[in-house]
């Protein structure tokens, strides 16, 4: 068996957790088979959030255990993300260069139309 992803290079928790939640929003939509295989890689490398033990000790958690202890995080929460990067960038930038299109809220956009467009006009 291969070594875990974990062990070839530090996977960080923000990796961690957008993992958790696309498996979280498969799980509840059409994609159930994807979902289930996705959960099955995830516990297999290790790249699931970590738990702390009441000794402060990390540890690995299933996919279960995170969904228990993560009641709060609804099944559509990434969907919700999603929904409110576009918005909020709008608000926060101050373009120097307008998008091309005004009011394109779309994840494929590119150039003018990025989500990625910097201030200064520059992708991320």
């Given amino acids: ?22 498996a979280r929003y498969l799980s509840t939509g059409p994609c159930h088979r994807a979902a289930q295989v996705l959960v099955q890689e ?20 299933s996919y279960e255990e995170l969904v228990l202890s993560s009641k709060h995080v609804a099944p559509d929460r990434l969907l919700q993300i999603c929904q409110r990067i ?17 009011r394109v809220a ?5 150039g003018r139309q990025s989500l990625l467009l910097t201030a200064k006009g520059n992708l991320i």
């Fill in 1 to 22: 068996m291969a070594e875990p992803l974990s062990a070839q290079r530090p996977v960080s928790i923000a990796e961690s957790e957008l993992y958790f939640l696309i």
């Fill in 42 to 61: 995830l516990e297999q490398w290790q790249l699931l959030p970590k738990g702390l033990d009441w000794e402060g000790n990390e540890h690995n958690r």
């Fill in 86 to 102: 576009g918005p909020m960038l709008d608000e926060e930038i101050n373009y120097e260069i307008p998008p091309s299109i005004s």
């Fill in 106 to 110: 779309s994840f494929f956009g590119a």
